[in-house]
């Protein structure tokens, strides 16, 4: 099992820069896959980005590529969402999620991992 906790959700300015993080407690870090998605009010979860296990592949949504940087550290038990250029649209509920063993045409699927946090809210204004 592991358990997440996310912080750094903020009122940021558009264009502006937020980094996210989730701390991961329990066993066997290295040997999970995360995700992190996000909610807007009204609207469907929504993957923002992967991170795989042990070689450290990574996926993002077409909404935030080139914008968004998903990364992690092994040896601080922490996975990172750098996010720059930031939109209004990219205003939600964000989300770390961990799953052990996933297949690729699966890690954009929010009902395919186990391990949730509480989330942290991020609001893109001027």
């Known amino acids: 099992q592991v358990q997440l906790v996310e912080s750094g959700g903020a009122l940021v300015q558009p264009g502006g820069s937020l980094r996210l993080s989730c701390a991961a407690s329990?066993?066997?870090?290295?040997?999970?896959?995360f995700g992190w998605f996000r909610q807007a009010p009204g609207k469907e979860r929504e993957f923002v980005a992967s991170?795989?296990?042990?070689?450290?592949?990574?996926l993002y949504a077409d909404s935030v590529k080139g914008r968004f940087t998903i990364f992690r550290d092994n040896a601080k038990n922490t996975v990172a969402l750098q996010m720059n250029n930031m939109e209004t649209e990219d205003t939600a509920f964000y989300f770390c999620?961990?799953?052990?063993?996933?297949?690729?045409?699966?890690?954009?699927?929010?009902?395919?991992?186990?391990?949730w946090g509480q989330g942290t809210q991020v609001t893109v204004s001027s």
């Open positions: 991170i795989k296990r042990y070689g450290g592949a990574t």
């Open positions: 999620s961990a799953e052990m063993s996933l297949i690729t045409s699966t890690l954009h699927v929010w009902s395919a991992y186990t391990y």
């Open positions: 329990g066993d066997n870090f290295r040997a999970y896959t």
